[in-house]
């Protein structure tokens, strides 16, 4: 063979340092084809994949929702696909499923997912929206109602682990925590504006934060750049604290000004608001929930719906993921699902 014919060998990458900063070069399972055997490492320890996003209480959502063929079904938080990969299959071959997502650079990526699953563009129409406007996307399809609403309000495991996105502190990066990075301010520039008295409120509201007014007096009005430096602010103030209770304290404050950046929960009450009249007579929606802030919001609005007539029934009771996939998926433990039936 000529030697210009033979293939090249080529060398594994070599990354600086024994232990890689960078995320992509940090975490295996970025590239699962690649590296099968670290994937079903980690999924075998009870742990997430970095970079995935597993689909969470998917058997419950499906036994809920019951979609039937020929039906139309919304995703309002359309995400990595995994919940409207397991709602297509069972509205098809004539049904229609509407994804609705905020994030701009996800979006794009989610419907090639679902194309190459082998689903035709006509049963699909994504369209990047805040899930408030779920009566504006459905009339851009002539629709009135829909048969099937699905709301999974956590942030996406693709969001989380993203550190150029700022939603946490498993890798440094920017301290910014949109969900649509080219609208409204950064976590960082929120901060340098606002008062100690309503990051108070922000911190009690959004997270129940026992130590709202410590933390709020040590950083409003701040200037952060990054993650880690946010979160060893955070440290800082509650120093005389133990070590576990401040953790516990940086992740509820990156979850309530999460919340705040991307106004969550004005969303979310616009979104219970028009629920019943979106959904067709004998429809049904399911919400998935991460916190007492927004479970709250949903069991009252579907408590009052019911009420005034406008659900013939609602969940009773909260229900949560099994142990098996608590153990499997960690991020799922948090999760509450309610359902109601127009």
Not at 204 to 213: G, L, Q, Y
Not at 244 to 268: D, G, K, Y
Request: charged share 25%.
């Amino acid at each position: 063979m000529d030697e210009s014919t033979q293939p090249q060998h080529r060398r594994r990458p070599r990354y600086p340092g024994k232990n890689p900063r960078l995320f992509e070069h940090k975490y295996k399972e970025l590239d699962p084809a690649r590296h099968p055997e670290t994937v079903a490492k980690v999924l075998a320890s009870g742990k997430t994949p970095a970079g995935s996003h597993v689909p969470i209480m998917v058997g419950e959502v499906l036994d809920v929702l019951q979609p039937r063929p020929g039906e139309f079904s919304v995703d309002c938080t359309l995400g990595h696909g995994g919940h409207a990969l397991a709602i297509l299959p069972r509205i098809a071959p004539d049904g229609h499923l509407l994804g609705l997502d905020v994030d701009p650079l996800e979006l794009p990526r989610t419907e090639q997912i679902l194309l190459q699953a082998g689903f035709r563009p006509e049963q699909l129409t994504m369209m990047k929206s805040n899930f408030a406007g779920l009566p504006a996307a459905m009339a851009k399809l002539g629709r009135t109602g829909a048969d099937v609403i699905i709301a999974d309000l956590g942030v996406s495991s693709k969001q989380l682990d993203n550190p150029d996105r700022g939603f946490s502190t498993k890798a440094d990066g920017p301290l910014d925590m949109r969900m649509n990075p080219s609208r409204g301010l950064s976590a960082a520039q929120w901060l340098e504006k606002v008062s100690p008295d309503k990051l108070a409120r922000v911190l009690s509201e959004n997270s129940d934060e026992p130590h709202a007014p410590r933390i709020s007096s040590a950083l409003s009005g701040r200037s952060f750049t990054t993650t880690a430096e946010f979160a060893a602010a955070i440290e800082s103030a509650l120093s005389s604290f133990p070590s576990e209770e401040r953790e516990l304290s940086i992740r509820r404050v990156f979850q309530a000004i999460r919340i705040e950046v991307n106004e969550e929960f004005t969303a979310l009450d616009t979104l219970l608001r028009v629920l019943p009249q979106s959904l067709n007579p004998g429809g049904r929606v399911a919400i998935l929930t991460f916190h007492s802030g927004e479970d709250r919001r949903v069991k009252k609005s579907f408590q009052a719906a019911h009420r005034e007539g406008l659900y013939r029934e609602i969940s009773r009771r909260v229900l949560r993921a099994g142990s098996e996939e608590r153990h499997a998926n960690p991020r799922s433990t948090s999760a509450k699902l309610r359902w109601a039936i127009r």
